[in-house]
């Protein structure tokens, strides 16, 4: 190997490998220049391959700047070819096994591009929704992926004007930047699944008014209902927040109410699970006393006693063709957005009711 791949090499490494550093701030191109006994523009040039120096003042940099532990500011870098190399995605709540698996498909989809994600979360609160988009455009972000919220449609617009934007299961202007799932059509099946056991009396209860998803979910269910001759009854339904907590208050309000049930359709997994602690609270067993359905299919939906039958949604796949379509867009390319159906996973929840 000769003397000038071997340095070439060795700039490669002080810049790509970033070890460890004792520092307790970030290594600054001064940290190098200093120890170096160069200037700083000099450390930023040999970095960057551009300097006219000899061949031992710049092993010297580069040595320094790899026993530092000097990484590059990927930002500022971004700033200077015009473009941040960052994808921003406005999430709802990163704890939820279905936000998260999203979230991780944009991740996974992101890995061999040049691109990386950075995360922030509304939590299903306006203020907090703007404070997180804010976040992510101070950062510069090349392109924000918009998961679920309750941002109106022309505020989301006006930041479109200058960052591109896609959005996934929620309203937007543009068809061609939306990707949705049908919700209206996956709670229609799931209830017909139960009609088509024998159930007439089917509870449910729905995640929080204020987010689209529930309102999908609560009308496909009604669409099912009226279809079987079953005119939905307002004391059947129950308004959730879409954590265990409030499905097993969800219970305990409906057996309040003295309404006969034979069915319970919650609005996402995690409201089944409480209302299966509920049920098994107030003496019912699922399935013989009442079916229990859910939404998503979280990783523990299988696990549970019994296993818990539910609507598989492709979250994974969905963030991964979110990531995708966002870079063809930057690409200025079509978005070519694929259509998601999802899909009802039977267990052992659901049976036929009692005679």
């Keep these: 190997m000769s003397a000038v791949t071997s340095i070439s090499s060795r700039r490669e490494e002080a810049v790509a490998v970033q070890p460890i550093s004792e520092h307790t701030r970030p290594v600054t191109l001064s940290d ?3 120890a170096a006994g160069v200037s700083v523009s000099s450390v930023s040039r040999i970095l960057a391959g551009k300097a006219r120096v000899s061949r031992q003042t710049e092993a010297r940099v580069l040595h320094h700047a790899e026993a530092l532990g000097y990484r590059p500011n990927l930002h500022a870098q971004g ?25 991780e498909g944009v991740e996974i989809a992101l890995m061999e591009t040049p691109y990386h994600p950075i995360f922030a979360s509304g939590h299903w609160n306006l203020a907090h929704e703007k404070s997180a988009l804010d976040l992510l455009l101070r ?30 299961g929620r309203s937007f202007g543009d068809p061609e930047r939306r990707l949705e799932m049908d919700n209206v059509d996956a709670a229609e099946r799931l209830t017909r699944y139960l009609i088509d056991l ?15 998803e529930p309102g999908a979910r609560r009308a496909g269910s009604e669409r099912a209902l009226r279809a079987a001759g079953i005119e939905p009854a307002p004391a059947l ?16 309000e409906l057996l309040a109410r003295g309404v006969e ?39 523990v939906a299988e696990w549970q006693t019994p296993p ?22 930057l690409a200025g390319e079509d978005p070519a957005l694929p259509a998601f159906e999802p899909e009802l996973i039977v267990r052992g929840s659901a049976g036929p009711p009692k005679t």
Excluded at 237 to 252: I, N, Q
Excluded at 262 to 276: E, I, K, Q, S, V
Excluded at 313 to 327: N, Y
């Design 32 to 34: 190098v220049a200093r």
């Design 79 to 103: 700033l200077a070819r015009g473009s941040s190399g960052v994808i921003g995605v406005l999430s709802q709540h990163r704890a939820s096994s279905f936000y998260g698996s999203i979230l």
């Design 139 to 168: 950062y510069r972000v090349d392109g924000i992926i918009v998961l679920g919220g309750l941002l109106d449609d022309e505020q989301l617009a006006a930041i479109d004007e200058h960052t591109p934007l896609l959005v996934v």
């Design 198 to 212: 024998g159930h007439r009396q089917i509870a449910h209860i729905a995640g929080p008014s204020f987010a689209p």
């Design 237 to 252: 339904v129950v308004e959730g927040d879409f954590l265990f907590e409030s499905g097993s208050l969800g219970v305990d």
């Design 261 to 299: 049930f034979t069915a319970l359709f919650a609005g996402n997994d995690w409201m089944a699970y409480g209302a299966r602690s509920a049920l098994d609270r107030h003496g019912l067993r699922v399935p013989e006393d009442v079916s229990l359905v859910g939404f998503d299919d979280d990783p």
């Design 308 to 329: 818990l039958t539910t609507m598989r949604q492709p979250t994974a796949e969905v963030g991964s063709a979110a990531a995708a379509a966002i870079l063809r867009v």
